[in-house]
């Protein structure tokens, strides 16, 4: 007998007898029920259901575990802008307060990326602020951690070089969150924010395999971004990494001309084509400043904003495809919940209708 958490997060039970498991009325055989996520549908308390799991370990029975999917707003630094502050060096500036973060869960969300760069990783007096917003809202959420420009800005964007460039301070900085997190098992680690410097994935696998095994992280906590801007995970997976996935997607990710709606939607489910089930979005955004998200518009291009607001339709097509297909995303984080008054400002009055699609799309995951 084994309890399994299913769709609806309640409890139900299970029989395993030899090699097959009885749920609901029907027989499942055992290599019918892989590792991975899949799903069941029978006649389960006098209705029909449909429960999705993940998660499966056969070490005494088969125990199902489905975490509520991760539904949340990335938050950086209060510094700079959105765009680049993490990057800066030094302890950063956080002036959010434990009473902000709970609010979020009034908008549907119900968890939280703080992004951070080394030096605020190993800093105790952010350590400590840090658990306090986790413990607002419920200890869900991510880590990310960044680069900074201290170390070179290969771009000229303000966002370093795309390279762990002190291996040992970022051993450093993960030693020092996973000893303020450890106790929080729905807090995960995305061991490096958008990998750009990296050349190719083998490369880049082995500098977060060591980092991940230098600084002693549990493999379940921890998250590895896409090649790229994190856009390609499909290269990470087929290099052999076979744990969490960060994906990131914005309007600039197709070229002006386009950005129709149908491409996005079309490009996101080719990007995470059998691994969604594995792929926390860690950021996802457009300029929310139209006043209309719920129209469509065949133009491809920044006019009228027509690429912002097909980013977000399209984006929200590929959530709800893969969910019906049983193969919804772990989580997803908007970028950004910073009042700063800027057009990705899920609170700006002005992003009113842009914010109102982005819980939609929260609502439909």
Excluded at 8 to 21: D, E, N, P, Y
Excluded at 36 to 51: H, L, P, V
Aim: hydrophobic share 35%; glycine share 12%; aromatic share 12%.
């Amino acid at each position: 007998e084994a309890v399994g958490l299913a769709g609806s997060w309640s409890q139900h039970t299970v029989l395993i007898h030899g090699t097959s498991l009885f749920w609901g009325g029907q027989k499942y055989t055992l290599s019918e029920l892989k590792e991975g996520s899949f799903s069941i549908s029978g006649d389960y308390g006098g209705g029909n259901a449909t429960f999705t799991f993940d998660a499966i370990s056969w070490a005494n029975g088969v125990v199902f575990n489905r975490d509520p999917v991760h539904l949340g707003t990335g938050l950086p630094p209060t510094q700079g802008t959105s765009n680049s502050g993490t990057f800066l060096p030094g302890v950063s500036k956080w002036d959010y307060t434990p009473d902000n973060v709970e609010d979020i869960m009034h908008h549907g969300l119900n968890a939280i990326r703080l992004c951070l760069n080394t030096t605020t990783a190993q800093d105790e007096d952010s350590l400590a602020k840090f658990q306090q917003y986790f413990d607002r809202i419920d200890g869900r959420g991510l880590i990310c951690m960044f680069g900074g420009v201290e170390h070179g800005d290969a771009l000229g964007d303000g966002h370093g070089t795309g390279l762990v460039d002190d291996v040992l301070e970022m051993v450093a900085a993960w030693k020092s969150v996973h000893k303020a997190f450890k106790a929080y098992p729905n807090v995960l680690y995305e061991i490096f924010n958008e990998p750009f410097g990296y050349k190719d994935a083998k490369t880049y696998l082995e500098a977060m395999r060591s980092i991940i095994e230098s600084a002693e992280l549990p493999m379940e906590k921890c998250m590895l971004a896409g090649m790229g801007y994190s856009s390609n995970v499909q290269d990470v997976a087929n290099n052999g990494w076979d744990g969490l996935l960060a994906y990131h997607f914005y309007p600039f990710w197709l070229p002006d001309g386009q950005r129709t709606q149908e491409n996005f939607s079309n490009l996101m489910s080719q990007a995470l084509s059998g691994l969604s089930t594995r792929v926390h979005v860690t950021e996802f955004g457009a300029n929310l400043e139209a006043t209309d998200y719920h129209s469509y518009r065949a133009g491809g291009t920044d006019e009228n904003l027509d690429s912002n607001v097909n980013t977000l339709r399209g984006f929200h097509d590929a959530v709800i495809a893969l969910k019906s297909k049983g193969v919804p995303l772990a989580g997803l984080y908007h970028w950004h919940g910073w009042h700063n008054s800027d057009c990705y400002d899920i609170w700006k009055d002005a992003c009113h209708h842009g914010a109102q699609k982005v819980k939609l799309i929260m609502r439909d995951a």
